[in-house]
């Protein structure tokens, strides 16, 4: 039989048969609808079979496209293992990767590994989908990203959590506040000064409500926001005090924020990798993902770029 059709085919199915949406598909692979049903028609003209059962609403496998999409699957994970394998194509490897991931461990640890990463594949687009934790495993759990780096996951059944590292919470506050000058601060006597939170919509406002529950004297908030890197932007600003993971936070030698380690009691959060069960990862995807298992159980201080002094 002649072959009629090419990689892009392949790759147009597989995206559709992950997905459920010509739309989304399209999009994905950055064609117009028109183009990509053009490649599916083409693929099933080729095979003289049909693949896909489309409707108004959603797409689905037929009998023969399910066992088609794993030989598929299986067909291009292993070209990209060889290409990703062959000395001197590294470099010049294509492809795009996503990972969902809470805005607080962009700078001081995502943003390290996805340099590393960048270093070795070049050419591979990276897309970093920066969200509460919620929607970060919602993004995974529905296949908008490969995997994801968040502090929830472990619960569900058909997420898989693989733990990095254990960070506690700390005050954080400017220099030049008072309790910037203490080795350790209570949550009573944070609760003493102005205080500034995630709002109830965030998880880390779920796990320190569930941990400081019945605490007397807990700090309230006076200002809200949706992201602890916000809160940090108001605590600069100097309207108050927060209480953030240490992860979240800049070097010791930043010129306005310091923390101070939080105890009575001393909250912590694990932080991991979460991805779907039972799916495979692809090659350039994979590679990411293993980046960051190579960093667990390193010294926070290596996480962390080095940042440089502001100007007097």
């Known amino acids: 039989m002649a072959i009629n059709f090419n990689l892009n085919d392949l790759q147009a199915f597989r995206t559709v048969a992950e997905l459920a949406s010509f739309r989304k598909a399209a999009d994905a692979l950055h064609v117009s609808q028109p183009a990509f049903s053009r490649r599916i028609e083409k693929l099933e003209e080729a095979l003289g079979v049909k693949l ?3 409707t108004t609403r959603k797409v689905s496998l037929t009998a023969v496209g399910r066992d088609f999409d794993r030989k598929v699957q299986q067909l ?3 070209l990209d293992n060889t290409l990703l394998g062959i000395r001197g194509v590294a470099g010049t490897r294509m492809g795009e990767v996503t990972i969902a991931c809470v805005p607080s461990t962009v700078y001081y640890f995502l943003s390290q590994v996805v340099s590393r990463y960048h ?3 070049p050419k591979i687009r990276v897309k970093v989908f920066d969200a509460s934790a919620n929607q970060v495993l919602a993004a995974v759990a529905q296949g908008e990203a490969d995997f994801g780096l968040n502090f929830i996951g472990g619960q569900e059944h058909d997420i898989e959590f693989k733990p990095l590292l254990e960070e506690r919470f700390v005050a954080a506050c400017r220099r030049d506040h008072e309790l910037a000058r203490k080795r350790k601060v209570s949550w009573t ?6 205080f500034i939170s995630v709002s109830k919509s965030s998880g880390n406002r779920l796990l320190l409500d569930q941990a400081l529950a019945g605490l007397a004297g807990r700090p309230q908030a006076i200002y809200e926001a949706q992201h602890v890197t916000t809160l940090l932007g108001l605590v600069e600003a100097g309207l108050g005090v927060a209480a953030v993971p240490s992860l979240a936070m800049p070097d010791a030698d930043h010129p306005l924020l310091v923390s101070v380690p939080l ?10 990798l979460i991805r779907r069960k039972g799916r495979s990862l692809s090659p350039a995807a994979l590679q990411l993902y293993e980046f960051f298992v190579e960093m667990k159980g390193k010294r926070r201080t290596t996480l962390k770029p080095k940042v440089p002094a502001s100007p007097a």
Do not use: C
């Not at 006597?189 to 102005?194: A, N, P, V």
């Not at 105890?263 to 991991?272: A, C």
């Open 189 to 194: 006597e944070l609760g003493q000064h102005d």
């Open 263 to 272: 105890v009575d009691p001393i909250v912590t959060r694990k932080v991991g």
């Open 52 to 54: 896909l059962e489309r």
């Open 76 to 78: 291009l994970d292993d």
């Open 119 to 121: 270093e070795r594949y």
